[in-house]
């Protein structure tokens, strides 16, 4: 592999990931870029037209309400092929039945990281973008995972078309997915334990048997050869029946792109779009309202603010006691007085030259000092309370258009530094320019006040000048900020999913993408530059302009005999260095007004969090973590399992509120027992999940626990007794023992001994020991330094470390082998007696001992029952276990 072009090896290859990474653009983009890099002579031709914007343009037209049909119409022909590829894989993917019902269809965007789309849906779409490109080599690594058993049954029949004439490699923890495999590896510690057909394999009665034993739905005491399901047959007949009846009967041909009215698609994680009125946008703040509202949060502080004016005023004053001096000096040197007395009051003054700069030294020091330190502790606290402040948001604003974690990230980072040009050092040169111009003009009326009056009057230009700068910067500013921001966003979601760019060889594509997101910016920025350097150079050129007003006017009155030298001298530099120093204030210009902007942005983020954030603006900043958090109060620990209702729950996702997710739901799961929800994908199974952690409000009707109604529940102290393992884990770029440490209750730092208990009930433990540092190594970014079972593992882990009365399971053994999987269902039979457990699961082994398995279907509960109860009775459940059968 050492002597191969990997760009070139890898364009023969098509990769499915355990936790696949969809880009922020449309479906129909993200499905294309699997022919990006394909090697095939009629994918190259397309190639131009992959990189160039005709793709994003089509998805955009139709989002905005242009008709799909028309506009595939008015493409080109290489469009027009590309789109017949995509719809093509996607139906080979099983994936057209659900994006045809979306609002967009194809053209729907699917979010940062793929997360407006189900675990399920967004596998199915990575399935579709790896088989696009006709691949002569397929790397499946848990690619059908997130699926359920009918889906998974489907693609399985697809893969095994599309894969005559390829070489097929999948890894897989679901055994059912494997049986028509021609060679089974079994690996156990990085060696080959036995390999062999699926026959061939049970057949030995060795590990592989073994592992056959653990996933089988029937005793495990029956032979091998003799599990099956009774009618597996006819109901693996019915359902496929269904299936052709429900899903492909809405698949709109080729011709007919775009035409049928979107049906509801019971997305998991439905689409949110970008709301009219974004709250955070900039509120029309005046700088003085801004800069006050910055000031405010100074008060803890007051002391060095002080002491920073008073520094600030004695530089400001300064000058003008130079000038008294200059004045003197000038006069002093006159050839008229005697060689003596010229050293004498030239050695005077420069004693008072040397003082004055002593003292200027000081205060500038001083000044510097204090402002460092209160703009220090300011930009401290903004950051903590935008934090604060984001985390207070509800999931349907984080998943918002144009809110990007690089986006949002800025008002920590960016935002936050920019604080520096209004509350650090800038602040204390403004207000000695401020009070060295007010105490010139004062000095130079004192002295030779109809010189001054003529000179004042160049003021309010000077004034004019700068301000209609400041204000056009300020604009350029904004519109600078919002531009770049969709850049950025591009760049960070490049280099967050580098795998993916870097399989689908989509390194071209994503510098296209982002040299067009600076374009209609850049241009912008341009003319804006243009306009406002006019009024830049009109700045600089006004001290020039005073002082040739000054030198002729002020020469004029002492040839006059109304003033001497010496007043002339004394007026010139007091209001000339004010003019001077009004100059370099407007020079600082660029960094006022980008701070004035990000200040705003940051005042409007900070507003929008809650009474109890906004009233701790002004106290003082805290490092106890239970102070600082502020909304979330310590609740003493219960034990006991808590009840959950669903009471007649309807449900629109914020931005499809006409297409309902959950259409009456009513389910009652009794304290201290163990439930399931099944169902196909998009059935609304992890909907419910999001609205028990009140992710999101229902429309009508109520979600309770323990009786109470969440939704009417002040703060979220009720998730302490919640503990939540998602379908994709996450960890956080600190060490293991940190990442397991967040999912102890608030104010509850857990001892080792509790965190290794649940690790070897996670049955992480071992693993977790034998790295080099233990419980101290490091994660990486978004865990990158474990595979996908030990990230499983290790949130499941987490989640029991917790030790919750509500324990939530979406997909939560998915990436875990049959092993792992039966360890931990014994572990949590132990540890979980007393506690509501609600798990979702595509695996009917792992919930076969449930109490209560809820079948869902189309937003609403069709049947209910333990699994032998189910298996009697529903046809559809029967199908799906003799899918699973082995």
């Given at each position: 592999?050492?002597?191969?072009?990997?760009?070139?090896?890898?364009?023969?290859?098509?990769?499915?990931?355990?936790?696949?990474?969809?880009l922020d653009r449309s479906i129909l983009e993200n499905i294309a870029y699997g022919l990006v890099n394909s090697p095939l002579p009629e994918h190259i031709e397309l190639r131009e037209t992959l990189l160039d914007p005709s793709l994003p343009d089509l998805a955009q037209a139709i989002r905005e309400g242009a008709n799909p049909e028309e506009a595939l119409a008015a493409s080109s022909a290489n469009v027009q092929t590309i789109v017949r590829l995509v719809r093509d894989a996607a139906t080979e993917a099983d994936a057209l039945g659900f994006i045809d019902r979306l609002q967009y269809g194809m053209s729907t965007e699917a979010g940062p990281g793929g997360n407006r789309l189900s675990g399920g849906q967004k596998q199915r779409v990575a399935l579709a973008r790896a088989i696009v490109r006709r691949p002569s080599i397929l790397l499946l690594d848990e690619a059908t995972a997130s699926l359920d058993s009918a889906s998974e049954h489907l693609i399985q029949m697809a893969l095994e078309r599309v894969s005559e004439g390829r070489t097929t490699i999948s890894i897989a923890h679901r055994l059912s997915t494997i049986k028509n495999a021609d060679n089974i590896v079994v690996m156990s510690q990085?060696?080959?334990?036995?390999?062999?057909?699926?026959?061939?394999?049970?057949?030995?009665?060795?590990?592989?048997?073994?592992?056959?034993?653990?996933?089988?739905?029937?005793?495990?005491?029956?032979?091998?050869?003799?599990?099956?399901?009774?009618?597996?047959?006819e109901d693996e007949e019915y359902l496929q029946e269904k299936i052709d009846n429900?899903?492909?009967?809405?698949?709109?041909?080729?011709?007919?792109?775009?035409?049928?009215?979107?049906?509801?698609?019971?997305?998991?994680?439905?689409?949110?779009?970008?709301?009219?009125?974004?709250?955070?946008?900039?509120?029309?703040?005046s700088f003085l309202s801004t800069f006050f509202g910055i000031m405010s949060m100074a008060r803890p502080h007051l002391f060095f603010v002080f002491l920073g004016i008073a520094?600030?005023?004695?530089?400001?004053?300064?000058?003008?006691?130079?000038?008294?001096?200059?004045?003197?000096?000038?006069?002093?040197?006159?050839?008229?007085?005697?060689?003596a007395s010229i050293r004498s009051n030239g050695s005077l003054y420069g004693l008072l030259f040397f003082v004055l700069a002593l003292i200027e030294f000081f205060a500038n020091v001083i000044s510097a000092s204090s402002f460092g330190r209160v703009s220090e502790k300011l930009l401290y606290r903004v950051r903590v309370l935008a934090l604060k402040s984001l985390f207070a948001q509800d999931i349907q604003w984080h998943e918002s258009e144009n809110r990007s974690p690089g986006t949002l990230i800025s008002y920590i980072s960016a935002d936050a530094n920019a604080l520096s040009g209004i509350t650090g050092t800038l602040l204390g040169v403004m207000l000695s320019i401020i009070v060295s111009m007010v105490s010139g003009?004062?000095?130079?009326?004192?002295?030779?006040?109809?010189?001054?009056?003529?000179?004042?009057?160049?003021?309010?230009?000077?004034?004019?000048?700068?301000?209609?700068?400041?204000?056009?910067?300020?604009?350029?500013?904004?519109?600078?900020?919002?531009?770049?921001?969709?850049?950025?966003?591009?760049?960070?979601?490049?280099?967050?999913?580098?795998?993916?760019?870097a399989i689908f060889s989509l390194e071209g594509e994503t510098v296209q993408v982002f040299n067009r997101s600076l374009k209609a910016p850049y241009t912008a920025t341009l003319k804006t530059i243009a306009y406002g350097n006019f009024w830049l150079a009109m700045a600089y050129s006004m001290s020039n302009l005073v002082y040739a007003l000054a030198y002729w006017w002020g020469a004029r009155n002492v040839a006059e005999g109304r003033y001497n030298q010496q007043q002339f001298f004394t007026v010139l530099p007091a209001l000339l260095f004010s003019?001077?120093?009004?100059?370099?204030?407007?020079?600082l210009a660029p960094d006022i007004s980008k701070a004035g902007v990000s200040a705003a942005r940051v005042l409007d983020l900070i507003d929008i969090g809650p009474e109890n954030l906004l009233e701790s603006k002004n106290s003082r900043a805290t490092n106890d973590p239970e102070a600082s958090q502020g909304m979330i109060e310590k609740q003493p620990i219960r034990s006991?399992?808590?009840?959950?209702?669903?009471?007649?729950?309807?449900?629109?996702?914020?931005?499809?509120?006409?297409?309902?997710?959950?259409?009456?739901?009513?389910?009652?799961?009794?304290?201290?027992?163990?439930?399931?929800?099944?169902?196909?994908?998009?059935?609304?199974?992890?909907t419910i999940i999001a609205l028990l952690e009140r992710f999101y409000s229902p429309a009508s009707g109520s979600v309770e626990i323990d009786g109470q109604d969440i939704s009417k529940i002040d703060g979220v102290a009720f998730r302490d007794d919640i503990a939540l393992v998602p379908q994709e884990s996450v960890l956080f770029d600190g060490t293991v023992r940190f990442n397991l440490e967040l999912g102890a209750r608030v104010g509850h730092t857990p001892t080792m001994?509790?965190?290794?208990?649940a690790c070897k009930l996670a049955n992480i433990h071992d693993t977790i020991v034998s790295l080099p540092e233990g419980y101290e190594t490091p994660c990486g970014s978004n865990g990158g330094q474990f595979s996908g079972g030990q990230l499983q593992r290790l949130s499941i882990a987490r989640a029991l470390l917790r030790k919750p009365r509500l324990l939530l399971l979406d997909e939560s053994t998915s990436a875990l082998d049959a092993e792992s999987e039966k360890l931990f269902e014994e572990a949590l039979e132990k540890t979980a007696k007393g506690v509501t457990v609600i798990a979702i699961a595509h695996r009917l082994r792992t919930i076969k001992k449930a109490s209560t398995i809820f079948a869902i279907d189309g937003g609403i509960c069709v049947d209910q029952g333990s699994h032998d109860e189910l298996v009697a009775r529903n046809e559809e459940y029967r199908a799906n276990a003799a899918f699973q059968t082995l």
């Open positions: 592999m050492k002597t191969i072009n990997v760009k070139c090896a890898r364009s023969f290859i098509g990769t499915v990931a355990q936790n696949s990474t969809l990085g060696e080959i334990l036995e390999q062999g057909t699926y026959t061939d394999l049970l057949a030995r009665d060795g590990a592989f048997a073994n592992l056959v034993r653990l996933q089988t739905l029937a005793s495990s005491d029956e032979p091998i050869s003799e599990i099956q399901t009774e009618d597996a047959n429900t899903e492909f009967a809405k698949v709109r041909s080729l011709d007919n792109t775009g035409k049928s009215t979107p049906v509801a698609e019971n997305s998991d994680s439905g689409e949110t779009l970008a709301p009219k009125d974004d709250k955070t946008a900039t509120k029309g703040r520094g600030a005023v004695i530089v400001g004053g300064s000058y003008s006691g130079e000038a008294v001096i200059f004045g003197h000096t000038v006069s002093s040197l006159s050839p008229c007085l005697s060689p003009i004062i000095l130079a009326h004192a002295v030779a006040w109809r010189i001054a009056v003529v000179l004042l009057a160049t003021i309010p230009v000077l004034l004019s000048s700068g301000f209609l700068r400041l204000k056009i910067l300020a604009r350029f500013h904004e519109r600078h900020a919002k531009a770049f921001s969709n850049s950025v966003s591009i760049a960070t979601e490049a280099v967050s999913a580098i795998k993916t760019v003019a001077q120093l009004c100059g370099q204030m407007f020079s006991g399992g808590l009840a959950v209702r669903f009471n007649n729950v309807r449900f629109s996702y914020p931005a499809r509120p006409d297409i309902e997710v959950l259409k009456g739901l009513t389910i009652n799961i009794t304290p201290g027992t163990f439930c399931a929800l099944v169902g196909r994908s998009g059935a609304g199974k992890s001994q509790e965190i290794e208990s």
